[in-house]
Each structure stands twice: as C-alpha cells, then as structure tokens.
C-alpha cells in the first residue's frame, strides 16, 4: 500500500475519551497483571489509531499549506489534541498506581513508565486552555514562514529555494539573496516578535499553573528528560566554549584563507571552496537512487528498510508551492511506516537528508518490530538525533555514489559544519534559558540577549551591516525555538556522540556497525544516559569528554582537507 492509500479519518474524540475513561475504571479494578494486560493493550491501541490520525493529518497539511481539507482537521488536533491528552492522563494515574509494578515494567519497560510519571509531571487538564493556544501559534509561525514568496533570480522563491543562492560560488549572488531573504523576514518581524511573546507567556503560564516556578524545568519534563538538568546542559555548554568554539575558529579562519576572502562576512559561512561547494548534480530520483546503492551495500538490514521506504512512497523529497519548510521524519504507528519529508534545493543538503532523515526512520523501523509498545519506538530527543547525524557518518565511504566530482570536497565540509554547527546549538539553548528564566523580557532585550550570545559562540560572524541580523533577530529563522521549546541543545549532544561513531568507523567497521544496529534495536527503551551506557559511548555531560574527542576530529580534517 502506497502513503497515499493510507486512509485518513477524524478520530471521534467523543468515544476514544469515552472508551478511555471506562478502560481507566476497569483497570482500577485489575487485581493482577494478567487482569490488566488486556486493557493496557487496548489503550495502547487506541493510542496508535490517535497518533496515526493526527501524524497523517500533519504530514499532508506540511506537504500542502494550501489544502483547506487538512488545514481544517490541523485546527481539529490543535483544538482537542489537549481533550485527549487529558484523557490518557487519567488512565496514567491509575497505570502508575497499580501495585505490579514489577510485572508491568517486564512486560513493557521500566523506561515507558518512567516517561509515563513524567508526562503526569508536565500535563493537567488545568493547562488545556494554554496547551490549545500553544498549538495555535505553532501553526501560525509555520504558515507565516511558509508564506514567502520572494522573487530572485526571476523566479518566486519559499525560503528553502533561496538555500540554492546562499550557496552560490559569486559573492555578489549570495549578498543579494540574504538581502532579498532580510526583506521578507523584516516584512515579518513584528508578527514574529507577537507570537514569540505570546508563546513565551503561555508556556510560563502553564508551568506556574503546574506549581514550577518558571518553565524551564517544566519544558524539560515536557521533551522527556529524566537523566540531566539545565546545570548538566550549563556545564556542558562551558565545554563547548572551552573545547569546540576554538577550533571552530580556526576552521572559519581556515575557510576564509581558502576561498579568499579576507573579509569574511556571515554571507560567506556556507562557501567553503572558491570554485563551488560540493554539487551533486543529480535530480530527486537520481539521488534516490543512489541512496539505494548506498543502504543496500551498507548492511542487508538497511537494504530491507529502505526498499520498504521506496516501495510504500514514504518519502515526499521536492520543494513547492505551498509547501511547509524544512525537513523531519516521523512515524505512522499502525503502518509501522516511517516518513520522510524535505524539501531538495540542489543543494549538498539534499543528500544530508538521505542520511539524515533515514537514520530516524531505519531506527523507528527497527525499533518497532521490537518492541512493545509505540511510546518507546523513539528515545527521547537527543538520542533520536544520535542515529540520523551517525548515519551521515556511516555514509562517507559511499559519498561517490552521490557525488561523482565532489565526494572529498563534501566529507571535509560535512565534518567541518558539524564541528562549526555546536556552538551555534549551544547558543540557541543559551538564548531559551534566557527567555524562559526572564519571561517578562521585551522583544528588544531577547535581541540584545541573542547579539550577545552570538558574539559568546560564534565569534566569526560579521553581518556586514545588515541591521536585522545585527539588531539579534537571526533566531526567528529557527523554528524549533517557536515549535519545541528546548529542543536544540539535543542536536549537539547527539553529534558529540555521532563523532564517535565517526572515529569507530575508522578504526573498525565491523563492530562500529554492530553497537550502531544494537542502540537502534533498543529504540526508546532506555534513558539517553542508560543507552549511551548500554552501547559503550561516552556522556557529554562528563568532564573532559569533548577535550578527548576534538583533538581526534581536528587529525581527521587535517586528513579530509581537499
């Protein structure tokens, strides 16, 4: 059965909530866990049906803003997502309470209820209100950024196809399209700055309606944290400063020098060669194709997946009109289909997500034929990015089935963007610690926040005078700061351990492979910390553990350098 086979239908919140709320009362009255399992089961059922409906639902409004069916059934999940959730939390009271614990968490993980006594920890049907409008002004920022149309190079450009002209080998092409680029987000800023704001005041909201003092620690709960807090993330944050940010430097300076250009301006950042970055110069099939050559030569196991992913059409890769911006990968639970959604520019990112967003979905693949229940098919945020950035990794040996001219150019810009791109994360975490500590801050000190922050992490960053960068309103461009609150910090904790999947791949294949396959058979099972230690990788959070792996990454580049 192909996606667009994969029927769609309007949950009937009137009796899921009913069901759930008379499967709660049985289960209160389960002596045993064999009583017990039946109904667990049921929920979990009905939950999967839920989750399909409304992924569906997401994945054909991103695909097309402009389709007024799925805008309606969006504003449907924004407005009653919070009614279910409401109901399943007072079936996780109870589930939480039953005295065979013991028995419960053999048969369906201790992970699954330690997420489950967090989730009681971030929701009460008291923030239904809050978490409605949350969802609202998520959808409201999408469909703003959507909205671009911004006319260059003849043609009308979303905000993905200016990507293209960013990565232009003229100078003068690249400033004139971040200029043209400025225009539209400065058309925008004052909406963006409103439902920044609002945001911001609904989410404090909640967390103090939640008896937490701000919404910070509340926000962690919210994502799934269990095992660090924002004084792990702070001290993290320190390494970073001390043991990357340096030798980030010297790769821009390295940059600079190469393509010649003494001053180097932000517009600059994306060139890394003075006659072009890397161009794969393949169409959409093309590059299917050789993402297919690639799975089936890497393991039999990435072969079966991604021939699942081809033959089912769950990969909608092209940019449009209309079309949501950016890239994910999600999961259809009753298919048991992952799918990948982008946006190709012809640019070296669209291999990326050929890597990228196929590890996500090799993972989930895998983990859902093994384990129990969908809750735990994905880990928790910052492991999930662990298995799509050391994809990427795995993919250098095959980089000329995708590059035929250009494969060394790409794996010494990949490294050294992935090197350059953590400052970058923990200078968005900082900024949200910011927001969330100081929720009465005023659009203007959050730009002053975020200018000051820039100038902390990336130092090498020269706007040549374009006042809305220079003002601190670069962050508007980065959605997960709106749509996930916190989520970003996980990008750069994952690629310090997907460097060590890098540099055990160089040593031996065989068994870098192996730890790889085994932490994506365990899927969400464990806690980010309990699968590092489960696979043998190291914590970012330890003291030291980024002074040991940059040293080795900086001999890597040397030997990558094209």
Known sequence: MKFNEFKYERPDLEKITKDLKDLTSSLKEAKTFKEAKPIIDKVNEIGSHYSTMATLCSIRNSIDTTDSFYEEETAFFDENGPKYSSAINEYFKVLVALPYREDLEKAYTKQFFTLTVIQLKSFDPAIMEELTEEAKLCTEYSK??????????????????????????????????????????????????TIYDKLVKVRTQMAKKMGYENYVDFGYYRLGRSDYNSKDVAGYRKQVLESVVPVAKKIIENQAKRIGI???????????????NPDHRKNKDELVSSAKAFYSNLSKETEAFFNFMIEHDLMDLETKPGKAGGGYCTMIDEYKAPFIFSNFNGTMGDVDVLTHEAGHAFEVYTASKLLPVSDIYWPTLEACEIHSMSMEFFAYPYMDLFFEYDAKKYRYKHLSEAITF???????????????????????????????????????????????YERGNYWHRQGHIYSSAFYYIDYTLAQVCAFQFLLKDRENHDEAWKTYYDLCKLGGSKSFVALLDSVGLENPFEQGSLNKIMPKLEKILKELEV
């Open 144 to 193: 703003l950024m959507a909205s671009a149309k911004i006319e260059f190079d003849g043609k009308i450009n979303n905000l993905s196809q200016m990507t293209v002209y960013a990565n232009h080998p003229d100078r003068e092409v690249r400033k004139a399209a971040e200029l043209k680029k400025v225009e539209f987000m400065e058309s925008i800023e004052e909406k963006l700055d």
């Open 262 to 276: 003494k001053d180097f301006k932000s517009y600059d950042i994306p060139i890394f060669y003075p006659d072009g």
């Open 422 to 468: 953590i400052p970058y994360g923990v200078c968005v975490d900082e900024f949200q610690h910011y927001v969330y500590e100081n929720p009465n801050a005023t659009p203007k000190m959050r730009k002053d926040k975020w200018h000051e922050l820039e100038q902390k992490y990336t130092p090498w960053k020269n706007y040549d005078g374009i006042s809305y």
